[in-house]
């Protein structure tokens, strides 16, 4: 399809500026001896899990594991899902960044996943600690990668972006709704899909694809409606989101990741 122009802007100092990025433009992620691996192939030493409804660390079901140098979200303990909504935090937050990510979508949904999980899951960018979370809270407050796969048929974009808790900017105005998506193929099938995403704090997100930019937008904040979002404003959180935490989610599909790794950005 033709490039797609973002048009996004910022306030500096009293000053607009704006500047236009082209979605479709190829934008990888550069090559560089100083890529860490958030993910060692190992272990989950540097992780840390929080579900609904458990207390932080408590791996509910063995659910995040690693076998064969994969990091798996897997629910064959299961007999049924029941809103049990997990996320594994890398210990570290970050602000400027390159982060790339490969997975793929494996199996069958567990028995009792909501439709809207099929073949879902996300990366969650910019997150509220898992210490802050509520014992009873389904997703921290952050920016979300999500990450579809298709069903064979339809077409279902991945790298969207969604917001639990927080706003972003699209097109130069505040972006309210949940979900907005991609400009990215559909992936059918079991097949690896890597996906970079370039943060700079609060000025700009870029969601890639295969080396091709699907989505941009700026501003990243907490949304004043949301609940949970509320709870950190009133605990003196910014609401200008520049920094926070990087977490895989576990959403009722078997989920499987062979590189999680992130290159730290200068910040300008």
């Known amino acids: 399809m033709p490039a797609k122009l973002f048009f996004t802007g910022c306030v500096l100092v009293g000053f607009l500026c704006c500047w236009a990025v082209p979605v479709g433009a190829d934008a990888g992620a550069p090559e560089s001896d100083a890529w860490i691996a958030l993910f060692n192939g190992e272990d989950l030493d540097d992780w840390i899990i929080k579900f609904r409804g458990e207390e932080v660390g408590v791996n509910y079901k063995d659910t995040f594991r690693v076998e064969d140098g994969i990091l798996k979200v897997a629910y064959d303990q299961y007999e049924t899902f029941e809103g049990n909504f997990g996320h594994i935090f890398y ?34 960018i910019h997150s509220q600690a898992p210490e802050s979370m509520r014992l009873q809270q389904e997703f921290p407050v952050s920016v979300e990668v999500q990450l579809l796969g298709g069903d064979g ?43 970079e995403v370039e943060v700079r704090g609060n000025e700009i997100i870029r969601h890639v694809i295969d080396g091709e930019v699907v989505l941009e937008y700026t501003d990243p904040q907490l949304s004043e409606v949301d609940g949970d979002a509320r709870l950190l404003l009133e605990a003196g959180a910014d609401p200008m989101l520049s920094e926070g935490y990087i977490a895989l989610q576990a959403e009722s599909h078997p989920t499987e990741f062979r590189e999680v790794a992130l290159l730290p950005l200068d910040e300008e």
């Open 91 to 124: 210990k570290t937050p970050f602000s400027h960044y390159w982060l790339r990510v490969e997975y793929r979508f494996v199996g069958e949904q567990v028995t009792g996943g909501p439709g809207w999980a099929f073949r879902n899951n996300g990366i969650m």
């Open 153 to 195: 048929a339809a077409d279902r974009p991945t790298a969207n972006m969604c917001s639990p808790g927080t706003h972003v900017v699209i097109d130069g105005e505040l972006y309210r709704r949940h979900c907005y998506e991609s400009s990215s193929d559909t992936y059918h099938g079991d097949q690896w899909v890597t996906v």
